[in-house]
């Protein structure tokens, strides 16, 4: 299924399709990709006094409805940063995620665990997520946390949460990106409170740019 606003592209042999929702769909496999959703960082942050919104769960994971339901997605692979810290464990976080996990029973989950992860320590087993370690490899793609893994396959990764700046003479615009090498696609963070990296591609990268309807090419 093609969602509204995707660009189809071709990597390590297959076809994936960059989303305007920040993800990364395999139509062959069913899977969707998503990069550093970061659960629990605003709870993390209300922890130590710093007064911000809360509701970022539930906007992720109506978020992450949204893109099961557009793509008819069965498999959800995290590349990393499913949790930003031990806050993540709080019994709120944690039973919204449940919640969600039980009306989506059906659907395959698997967290290529991230630096956060490791700090937070794994999602509680009631979720039913496989975990991982980088490279996870499934057929020619390597799905990692960090994109400079040396693995098997065309690496899928994330943990730098990049966008990049479109500017004119009066003014600048960052929008979330991907980052199109040869052997490597750097995936922009799916999480609704994680903020974004400005990069320099590498000589050879394509940048599609993502305004939250459509992918765009910009170089």
Known sequence: MTVAGSVAIEVGGERLE??????VYWARESLLAIADIHFGKAAAFRSFGIPVPRGTTSENLDALDALVDATGAHHVLFLGDFLHARAAHAAGTQA????????RCDLIL??????HDRHAGDPAAVLGIDLVDEPYT?????????????APGYVLAGHVHPVYVLATRFDALRLPCFIVGMRRMI?????????GHAMRPDEGDRI????????????
């Open 18 to 23: 960059l989303l305007p929702q920040r993800a």
């Open 96 to 103: 919204a995620m449940l919640a969600w996990r039980r009306r």
């Open 110 to 115: 698997t967290l290529v665990r991230g630096n």
């Open 138 to 150: 499934v057929g020619s793609f390597s799905f990692c946390h960090h994109p400079d893994v040396d």
């Open 187 to 195: 995936l922009p963070s799916f999480g609704s409170f994680t903020g």
């Open 208 to 219: 599609f740019v993502t305004s939250g309807e459509a992918v765009h090419s910009v170089r």
